[in-house]
T-cell receptor, first 115, second 114 residues
Framework: AQSVSQHNHHVILSEAASLELGCNYS??????LFWYVQYPGQHLQLLLK??????LVKGIKGFEAEFIKSKFSFNLRKPSVQWSDTAEYFC?????????????FGTGTRLQVTL | DAGVIQSPRHEVTEMGQEVTLRCKPI?????LFWYRQTMMRGLELLIY????????DSGMPEDRFSAKMPNASFSTLKIQPSEPRDSAVYFC????????????FGQGTRLTVV
């Protein structure tokens, strides 16, 4: 079965600092990868996704992620964070095809951006 | 489109009571997921349906939990009897056909069992 690991549970950064959140998955076949964001008190929203092609994926709000197949990783990055980026970030993997396909999430990383 | 609709948004109940959470997926979506979010375990997949049929319920914690999807526009997650450790935020998500893997989430139901 697939699994997702997010190594950073809580990250505190000052505004304008650079961000990198780690995500590793375990699954031997083809995967689709996602980063979701959950702002305080809200539901999960899609930040970006990787299906195929260019392994460097750009999402909303200046976020990007790089899929490195050899490392089973899909790290999230942002060059300069803002206070409004304070949220919880979830990495997710969809593995399998057809009815066997399901979306599995990591435990999340809580990002706190200070002024 | 109104998105995935969950009700109630908040539920407070006493231990031992039955709790029913409801979800209306986005029209036309044929996959539906129930997730539970807690501080300790993050976001856990409980069960998911494809074309109203349960595909994988291995995440359902125990027999006290049951989920149904009687039609394409409605699903329930029932806990009977409820326990304090069931307190969590329960999210429902839906997505279109099998070849489409991005899921859309509802606002969640915050359940507190006292």
């Amino acid at each position: 079965a697939q699994s997702v690991s997010q190594h950073n549970h809580h990250v505190i950064l000052s505004e304008a600092a650079s961000l990198e959140l780690g995500c590793n998955y375990s699954y031997g076949g083809t995967v689709n990868l996602f980063w979701y964001v959950q702002y305080p008190g809200q539901h999960l929203q899609l930040l970006l996704k990787y299906f195929s092609g260019d392994p460097l994926v750009k999402g909303i709000k200046g976020f990007e992620a790089e899929f490195i197949k050899s490392k089973f990783s899909f790290n999230l990055r942002k060059p300069s964070v803002q206070w409004s980026d304070t949220a919880e970030y979830f990495c997710a993997v969809n593995a399998g095809t057809g009815t066997a396909s399901k979306l599995t999430f990591g435990t999340g990383t809580r990002l706190q951006v200070t002024l | 489109d109104a998105g995935v609709i969950q009700s109630p948004r908040h539920e407070v109940t006493e231990m031992g009571q039955e709790v029913t959470l409801r979800c209306k997926p986005i029209s036309g979506h044929n996959s539906l997921f129930w997730y539970r979010q807690t501080m300790m375990r993050g976001l856990e997949l409980l069960i998911y349906f494809n074309n109203n049929v349960p595909i994988d319920d291995s995440g359902m914690p125990e027999d006290r939990f049951s989920a149904k999807m009687p039609n394409a526009s409605f699903s329930t997650l029932k806990i009977q009897p409820s326990e304090p450790r069931d307190s969590a935020v329960y999210f429902c998500a839906s997505r279109p056909g099998q070849g489409w893997v991005e899921a859309f989430f509802g606002q969640g139901t915050r359940l507190t069992v006292v």
